[in-house]
């Protein structure tokens, strides 16, 4: 059972370089997001999805760009990344159907990502 | 002004202490209310969650809403060390996008 699953859990990247996270959820949700925690900042949403083939911005979009090709995976890319983009990254997903259950997302185990 | 607000703490209490976590927010039209937990170097999982105003109770953990007020809180009873973590609540408004607003997290530490 594994439910959301993030790779990878580490990376260091340098100052321009790009790279692409991955969350896989074998739930068969509609909805995915992507989120960044930062120190005394809480969990912010950078994109999310609600449903194949659909994106969205979030509250934090600029310099990602996400991808939803597949109904169960939901990739998160930095095509060039800067040290402000240092953070841990959180994927999570959510069911549609029934009242109680809309509303819980499921999250990943986190990437942490340093960009020097 | 953010429109969750959480004192981040840290909080350090002794085993089995009572505990109140709590959060205000400025958005009237939030319906949906969240508590969630954090271990260390680990994602978020739900704890509680509330329709609307009132309580909720699950064993040691009582959630309660007061939209009049804006503001929710979340106690722990006879709190053990196995509750240190982060709490994060979280919030959002109906319809089917499921964005969720979160505080910035409470650090919770119960010493043995």
């Known amino acids: 059972n594994a439910g959301v699953t993030q790779t990878p859990k580490f990376r260091v990247l340098k100052t321009g370089q790009s790279m692409t996270l991955l969350c896989a959820q074998d739930m068969n949700h509609e909805y995915m997001y992507w989120y960044r925690q930062d120190p005394g900042m809480g969990l912010r949403l950078i994109h999310y999805s609600v449903g194949e083939g659909t994106t969205a911005k979030g509250e934090v979009p600029d310099g990602y760009n996400v991808s939803r090709l597949k109904k169960q995976n939901f990739l998160l890319g930095l095509e060039s990344a800067a040290p402000s983009q240092t953070s841990v990254y959180f994927c999570?997903?959510?069911?549609?159907?029934?009242?109680?259950?809309?509303?819980?997302?499921?999250f990943g185990a986190g990437t942490r990502l340093s960009v020097l | 002004q953010k429109e969750v607000e959480q004192d981040p703490g840290p909080l350090s209490v002794p085993e089995g202490a009572i505990v109140s976590l709590n959060c205000t927010y400025s958005?009237?039209?939030?319906?949906?209310f969240m508590w969630y937990r954090q271990y260390s170097r680990k994602g978020p999982e739900l704890l509680m969650y509330t329709y609307s105003s009132g309580n909720k109770e699950d064993g040691r953990f009582t959630a309660q809403v007061d939209k009049s007020s804006k503001y929710i809180s979340l106690f722990i009873r006879d709190s053990q060390p196995s509750d240190s973590a982060t709490y994060l609540c979280a919030m959002q408004v109906s319809g089917n996008t499921g964005k969720l607003i979160f505080g910035q997290g409470t650090t919770l530490q119960v010493k043995p």
């Open positions: 999570a997903s959510r069911p549609q159907q029934g009242e109680l259950a809309k509303n819980i997302q499921y």
């Open positions: 958005n009237s039209a939030f319906q949906y």
